[in-house]
Every structure is written in C-alpha cells, then in structure tokens.
C-alpha cells in the first residue's frame, strides 16, 4: 500500500459531515428493526436516520476491519453508486474490491478459479448484495452491511444505518471509514485525515 499524505486543510468527522452529505435520508418505508435507528420522518415523508448511530457503528466497523489483514476482507457491491467509494478505500487500505454483478460461487465453491476465502466480508445493500450475503452467511464469514429504513438485515453481524443509495451518501460513508480504520491501523494519528476530499470518493454522473 502506498504511503498515506495527511490533509493540510482538516475536516472533522463527526456528525454535522454525515448531515452535510445526506447520509441520514431514509426511504419512505421502514422496517421493524431499523426503526430503532430512525428518529424522526421528513416533511416530504422520509423516514430521517439518527447519525449519531451511524458514526457509532462506523467506528465499531472501523475497529472490526482492523482485526484482519487487509487482504483478506472483501468489500461487494453491485450498487453503480458504491463503485468509485469502493474502489478507492481499497486502493488506500489494501482491502479486495468486488464490484458490478458477484459471481456465484466466489466464495462457497472452492473449484471455481475466482474462489476467495475472504475472514471477513463488507456489502452496501442485504437486498442488492443478496449473492455475497448469502455466501458469506453459509462459509460462517461475518458480514457488516449498511442499511438503509428499508432494510430486512438478516445474517448481518454488524448494521450500519445509513442512507445506502445516495451517491454524496456512499462517498461520505467510504470516505469516513476509510480514515477510520488507517486510524485503528496507526497510518493516521487519531486527528489526521486523508489528503483527499470526500468527492474523489463519489461517482459522477455522465
């Protein structure tokens, strides 16, 4: 992994950055067990996640990351969205990326060529990411997911609330996360942050 810059111009994560970012907007719907994490509804009906729970989760998450070696923890998703976030917090951390369509077998069928026997898997969506999720849930690997109001988070050992279908959303949560675990890590001292902005997390629109 290449040797980290810290940022000149801080930015402090913390709540107000979550808000910044629209991580707390839910869906119009919400399921029992993600209501515990919902705090208020929008005017315009949407179900508004508490991100005091979502930063807790990001730093229990970052914590969790960190017991294993990098290399062996698989980040999925097929969410368009969640591809550059993805992408890059590999990049910075070492980390295995899987994104676009999960080919089945990847991780229970040990004959396959592509076959991973990751320690630990990362998905955005239970319901997008089903493929991993499952898989993850049959070989006995623990899995962390976000969640969104809507979610059913089944086989998850570690939820994270948050808006998971925004673009300025995932690139917020990647980016958060990345500076998270190279802080558990000891790459970054506990008030530094990456050199980049949290955009060059985020995918563009064409």
């Known amino acids: 992994m290449s040797e980290q810059r810290k940022s000149e111009e801080k930015i402090e994560i913390n709540q107000d950055l979550l808000v910044k970012y629209k991580a707390h907007y839910g869906r119009k719907v919400k399921t029992e067990y993600m209501a515990k994490y919902i705090y208020r509804v929008h005017p315009k009906g949407l179900f508004l996640i508490d991100v005091n729970k979502t930063l807790e989760k990001l730093k229990i998450a970052a914590r969790f990351l960190a017991r294993f070696p990098p290399e062996n923890v698989l980040i ?9 976030g993805i992408e890059k917090m590999c990049e910075l951390t070492g980390m295995i990326p899987i994104t676009g369509r999960f080919l089945p077998g990847t991780i229970s069928n040990y004959q396959l060529e592509y076959h991973r026997t990751p320690d630990l898997v990362f998905i955005v969506d239970p319901f997008y990411d089903n493929q991993p999720l499952k898989e993850a849930s049959k070989m006995r690997i623990p899995v962390i997911s976000l969640c969104d109001t809507n979610a059913y988070p089944a086989y998850i050992d570690l939820v994270i609330p948050v808006n998971n279908k925004g673009r300025s959303s995932l690139a917020i949560v990647f980016w958060i996360l990345t500076n998270l675990y190279l802080r558990e890590k000891g790459i970054l001292k506990p008030s530094e942050v990456i050199d980049l902005p949290p955009e060059e997390f985020q995918v563009e629109i064409e």
């Not at 999925?76 to 550059?84: I, L, Q």
């Open 76 to 84: 999925c998703s097929s969410r368009d969205y969640a591809k550059k």
